[in-house]
């Protein structure tokens, strides 16, 4: 009975473990994950998932204009095909583009074929949107599985996950979004670790998501960490080979 007990407690804390490193933003069991775990601390990525999303992107835009700073955008296939014209002003103010599925599902409770049909249609949407081909994909919620991560690879695109999430999806304001970061990023540069941010211009539920607080965030996190501080503002190929 002991030794039921105890191979048990072992099943279960293995299956714990695996589930938490299914959705563990810097869990690398299931291949290598991209985060920001260079020697690289000055380096911040700013990453957007779950546009295009009509107004909070073209102001978002603006504001990275105005700051000179070129972001990382994960976009959601379906609202590319309805506002193509924001991914290809995403994409001509220098911003990277990546996938991040078609209809944003659990991509870890879904079969093989759907996962590959959410990657593919994802990536066929944008390259004839952008007329250029998509290296980077990021999984909807974190979630993934070795199934997943395997695809994406077969489809050409290196995942990509982060290491700051700002919970932006929130209720909160712009300080309180800044803050979170902020916070994030002095615990990475401590480390020696660059910041890889996940923020959100769009989200899942649909067009038209309020996220102006992210707008303001960014703008707020621009200035602290402007052209007279010693931080870098990166996209994520220029971490990922
Ligand atoms: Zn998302």
Redesign the pocket.
């Known amino acids: 009975m002991l030794e039921l007990a105890l191979t048990g407690a072992a099943t279960l804390a293995a299956a714990c473990a695996a589930g938490y490193q299914s959705m563990a933003p810097t869990g690398q069991w299931y291949g290598k994950t991209f985060t920001g775990l260079a020697r690289v601390s000055k380096k911040i990525a700013l990453t957007y998932?779950?546009g295009p999303n009509d107004i909070i992107t073209e102001r978002l835009l603006e504001v990275l204009a105005r700051h000179n700073v070129r972001a990382t955008f994960f976009l959601i296939g379906r609202y590319v095909r309805q506002r193509p014209q924001i991914a290809r002003a995403i994409a001509a103010s220098g911003h990277l583009i990546g996938n991040?599925t078609m209809t944003?599902p659990w991509l870890a409770w879904q079969s093989t074929a759907r996962v590959r049909q959410e990657l593919a249609d994802c990536n066929a949407i944008l390259e004839d949107t952008l007329g250029a081909p998509v290296r980077y994909f990021r999984a909807?919620?974190g979630a993934r599985r070795p199934a997943v991560l395997r695809i994406a690879r077969s489809l050409g695109l290196t995942p990509v996950q982060w290491n700051i999430i700002a919970k932006d999806w929130l209720p909160v304001g712009a300080e309180a979004i800044e803050a979170r970061v902020v916070r994030g990023i002095t615990r990475n540069q401590q480390q020696n670790r660059a910041s890889n941010i996940v923020l959100h211009d769009g989200g899942?539920a649909g067009l038209g998501q309020p996220r102006l607080p992210t707008v303001e965030a960014t703008n707020l996190l621009l200035n602290k960490y402007g052209p007279r501080t010693e931080t870098k503002f990166v996209t994520v190929d220029s971490w990922v080979q």
Request: hydrophobic share 0%.
């Open positions: 998932d779950d991040h944003h909807p919620h899942q």
